[in-house]
């Protein structure tokens, strides 16, 4: 690790890394990559800076363009700044054919912004949209901060957007 790594990775996050790396081999802690850009977006308000992902590849002794092409391949991460709440809502043929299209504009239309932006009070996000998030037998679903809601109504999103802090 660089001196230039201690002032980007707080001491939590070097220990929520640590604790990923010591789930691999010694010579494979590049492996923890995926739970270290976890924590560091979390920790940086749902976003990846290029400097951050450079001090995780400094810390997991990656190349940072393998760290990038990580966080630029997995939907889970976002390279750019987004509200507070990140919602993501699935579109697979499952939640298609039981109602997330009318979901999906029930929220735009709530929130009153489309797939991909944020709104103005930068509180809620909006993710692109989600080929699968592996909960078909409750569908229509979403996912908001990484928490599932299924068999989800206009009125149960509702619910759920507004019970947000």
């Given at each position: ?10 001491g ?38 290029t400097?951050?992902m ?10 940072p ?30 939640c ?11 929220i ?40 599932y ?9 509702d ?7």
């Open positions: 690790m660089t001196k230039s790594t201690k002032p980007l990775l707080s939590h996050a070097r220990e929520e890394i640590d604790h990923w790396v010591a789930k691999y081999p010694e010579d494979q802690k590049q492996s923890a990559v995926l739970g270290a850009l976890r924590e560091v977006q979390h920790e940086n308000g749902g976003y990846l800076t400097e951050l450079d001090a995780v590849a400094d810390y997991l002794d990656m190349a363009i393998a760290v990038y092409e990580v966080a630029s391949f997995y939907s889970m991460f976002e390279t750019k700044p987004v509200g507070r709440h990140s919602i993501s809502v699935c579109t697979n043929i499952s298609m054919l039981r109602g997330s299209d009318d979901i999906v504009r029930h735009e239309k709530k929130l009153d912004i489309r797939i991909g932006e944020t709104t103005g009070d930068k509180r809620y996000y909006l993710k692109e949209e989600e080929e699968c998030l592996a909960a078909c037998c409750g569908a229509p679903m979403m996912m908001v901060d990484h928490i809601y299924e068999n989800l109504t206009p009125e149960k999103v619910d759920i957007l507004d019970g947000l802090e």
